[in-house]
């Protein structure tokens, strides 16, 4: 273990990330920390990490695959980590980030060990998509001596494809928001992707259904993508255009503002681990509405905190009249009470630092 200090640990991710950026802060007081960006860092990161201890690639990775820029800089992360001689790599988002971490090692002969952290679409898509991902999905998982996931679904195919220890523990919330804005009863919020695997249409079909039953409902969409015109022009179709708004990618506080007044979250993605969007909005008292996913049903339970919506139209039908049976106000005080318990990072950042501790050789 490194002297002065405790442990000696490196990032490797997405600088761009406010995610990793979540990890930096939580991590920064309590290790050595050192990052790498695939791409490159966010001003915070300057402001936590000095420029020793930061390497950006500046490459434009596709957490798809076909990352060959990202391969080509290996000799340069390889050199900067013997340099470095950390005493553990700490890989986010697991076919990119996380094959870098084993091929450095590897090829450097480094004595740190990997901890590796699954962020949904690298276990829950990637190794479907053909042999030669799951192969190297399974060859990053095994050289991982931990691993972290946000939901006991996603930690179950992370052992079936050669996890060894799994740690599981949502990617929380830093601090509970103030809870002092007064809610509009039919106020829907949505901030997924605006991409084929949120499913933003379907949210757009739901609220439809939604608007019909109840004239004061109103819907913001937030977040931008590939699916942003088509959904637009959907809207305007629908005669819902001055009941949607479309408000595009948002800071935290602007996104904590929205949170504040919204009844309903609308979180409807084909695939997914536990959303940290959702307990967000959970956090601020909103009752969510979501796909039926086995992550989605271990944050809301069937119907205990929440809705759980099918991924057929066809099951929209029955949404106003559900959502009209519950008790919202009683909903939001169940809902941050649970997030309190169970949905905070800090607790879980300093029980994944304690047993890489007790994982380090003296």
């Given at each position: ?16 990330s406010p995610h990793l950026l979540k990890w930096a802060r939580a991590l920064q007081p309590r290790v050595q920390l050192y990052a790498i ?298 809902n941050r009470d649970w997030v309190a318990a169970h949905g905070l990072f800090e607790p879980h950042v ?13």
């Amino acid at each position: 273990m490194s002297l002065g200090g405790g442990l000696k640990l490196v990032l490797i991710g997405d600088g761009e990330s406010p995610h990793l950026l979540k990890w930096a802060r939580a991590l920064q007081p309590r290790v050595q920390l050192y990052a790498i960006s695939s791409r490159g860092f966010l001003p915070e990161f300057l402001q936590l990490l000095p420029d020793a201890r930061r390497l950006a690639l500046n490459t434009q990775p596709d957490h798809a695959g076909g990352n060959v820029a990202l391969i080509k800089q290996l000799p340069r992360i390889g050199a900067w980590l013997a340099d470095t001689d950390a005493d553990w790599l700490h890989a986010h988002y697991l076919t990119s980030h996380g094959s870098l971490a084993w091929a450095a090692k590897l090829g450097w002969r480094l004595r740190a060990q990997i901890a590796g952290s699954a962020w949904g679409s690298d276990i829950l898509v990637t190794p479907q998509r053909g042999g030669a991902w799951r192969w190297m999905t399974k060859k990053v998982l095994r050289h991982c001596a931990i691993t972290t996931s946000d939901s006991l679904h996603m930690a179950e195919r992370m052992r079936e494809l050669g996890a060894g220890e799994v740690m599981v523990f949502p990617f929380g919330l830093e601090a509970m928001p103030k809870n002092n804005a007064k809610k509009q009863p039919w106020l829907c919020f949505a901030n997924r992707g605006l991409e084929p695997i949120y499913q933003p249409q379907l949210v757009v079909d739901a609220f439809a259904r939604i608007a019909a039953a109840q004239p004061e409902a109103r819907l913001v969409v937030a977040n931008d993508g590939s699916l942003r015109v088509a959904l637009e022009a959907d809207v305007a179709a629908r005669g819902l255009a001055d009941r949607v708004s479309f408000v595009g990618r948002l800071d935290a506080q602007a996104q904590a503002s929205h949170y504040a007044r919204a009844t309903w979250l609308l979180s409807l993605p084909q695939s997914d681990s536990v959303s940290v969007s959702v307990l967000e909005a959970m956090g601020h008292g909103c009752v969510p509405l979501l796909s039926d996913l086995p992550a989605n049903r271990e944050v809301i339970g069937d119907s205990a905190r929440g809705l759980i919506v099918g991924m057929q139209v066809a099951s929209l039908d029955d949404l106003p009249a559900r959502m009209a049976a519950l008790d919202t106000s009683k909903l939001a005080a169940v809902n941050r009470d649970w997030v309190a318990a169970h949905g905070l990072f800090e607790p879980h950042v300093q029980r994944f630092l304690t047993r890489l501790k007790e994982l380090t050789p003296a």
